[in-house]
Nanobody
Framework: QVQLVESGGGLVQAGGSLRLSCAASGRTFSRYAMGWFRQAPGKEREFVAAISYNGRSTSYADSVKGRFTISRDNSKNTLGLQMNSLKSEDTAVYYC?????????????????WGQGTQVTVSS
């Protein structure tokens, strides 16, 4: 069973940047795709970005495309999310997720491991 621990959330002004990190343990990190999801108060958890097992393929939600960049370091078992040009609508709890396979999906059902989440608050 995979364990995921997110870090890097916080309060930032609109237009600013944050970098989230996720440390993984418990299974072979390099075999599985990884993703980031977020959940705002009163809303369902939504897809943000995903990356394949080898980092060669990435995908993004339209709302973050061009502003966020997902990355992974298989030598360190870490996943990253660089968030630039942040907007108030990016405010949410962000979750790191481990996929069931090597190739990423955009649905929560594609993932079977979740971190505890880290809060990102963007003030306007």
């Amino acid at each position: 069973q995979v364990q995921l621990v997110e870090s890097g959330g916080g309060l930032v002004q609109a237009g600013g940047s944050l970098r989230l990190s996720c440390a993984a343990s418990g299974r072979t990190f390099s075999r599985y795709a990884m993703g980031w999801f977020r959940q705002a108060p009163g809303k369902e958890r939504e897809f943000v970005a995903a990356i394949s097992y080898n980092g060669r393929s990435t995908s993004y939600a339209d709302s973050v495309k061009g502003r966020f960049t997902i990355s992974r370091d298989n030598s360190k078992n870490t996943l990253g999310l660089q968030m630039n040009s942040l907007k108030s609508e990016d405010t949410a709890v962000y979750y790191c997720a481990a996929s069931k396979s090597g190739y990423s999906g955009s649905s929560t059902v594609d993932y079977n491991g979740w971190g505890q989440g880290t809060q990102v608050t963007v003030s306007s």
